[in-house]
Each structure stands twice: as C-alpha cells, then as structure tokens.
C-alpha cells in the first residue's frame, strides 16, 4: 500500500515561530504558526486544521464507498470536523473530534443512513488513528 509523506520545517521558538508545511503531491505548502493554534486570522494553517481536513475528506470518502456497498449513491456528502483542542498538564491535547455530516442519499430511509454513517465513522481510517480521542458523529439526510 501507499506511503503518503509531508514536510515540515520550523524556525524559532514555539510562541512567536513560524513554519511551513508542504504535502508531497503538492496540493499545499503554506506557513504554520503556534498563533493560528490560538487565534483566528494568523493567515497560516495548524495541525488542528488539518487533522480536521484529513479527517473530513476520509471520513466522507469511507461513507460513499460503504453506501455503494449497500447500493445506494450519495448525490452529495458534506463533512466538516471540528477538532478540539485544549490545554493540559504536559502541554495539549486532542480529547475530542466532532463529525458533522449532512448527505443527499436518493432512496435511503433514516434508519439505514444512520446505521451507515456510523459504520463508516468507526471504519474510516483516519478514525481508526485517530481512536485516542472520543469522536462524535452527527449525521442527517438533507
């Protein structure tokens, strides 16, 4: 199976630092901060941001793969994922991540759509490396 791989580079001390993140495929390299941790609007990324991004992108590519399994196909799959983060006594932690998801999926009851989004919840990858932390999921059709 593949590896995927990003770049960090970090320059300074932690609070007024800076760094850049750059993604092998070259979908993104930007500035990253400790300031875009703790306010909005440093115009850099975090690593909350994009575990978030990650997050969302394959928690909704792993439920249109299990709909398609169950024979049903999303018209559309609208993800986002809030990612906690919060002071602790050796630093920060991520105790939390939240899934909101809102679909269009033709023909599928209430109750299938909630048995699928959750199975796809507890099987998306990035869940899976990610179970140290609690994950919600809110779910509804559109």
Request: proline residues 5%; neutral net charge; charged residues 20%.
């Amino acid at each position: 199976m593949a590896v995927r791989k990003a770049n960090a580079v970090w320059q300074g001390n932690v609070m007024e630092g800076k760094g850049e993140i750059a993604f092998e495929s070259g979908a993104f390299k930007g500035p990253y901060d400790f300031r875009g941790r703790s306010q909005d609007g440093t115009g850099g990324t975090n690593p909350e941001e994009m575990i978030a991004g990650a997050h969302a992108g394959c928690f909704s590519m792993a439920f249109s793969a299990t709909l398609g399994k169950n024979g049903f196909t999303a018209t559309r799959i609208d993800t986002e994922a809030r990612v906690h983060l919060v002071p602790g006594g050796a630093g920060f932690t991520i105790p939390k991540i939240d899934l909101i998801m809102r679909a269009e999926v033709p023909g599928i009851t209430p109750e299938k759509f909630a048995e699928l989004a959750l199975f796809a919840k507890e099987n998306c990858p990035v869940s899976k490396a990610l179970a140290g932390c609690e994950i919600t999921l809110d779910a509804a059709l559109k």
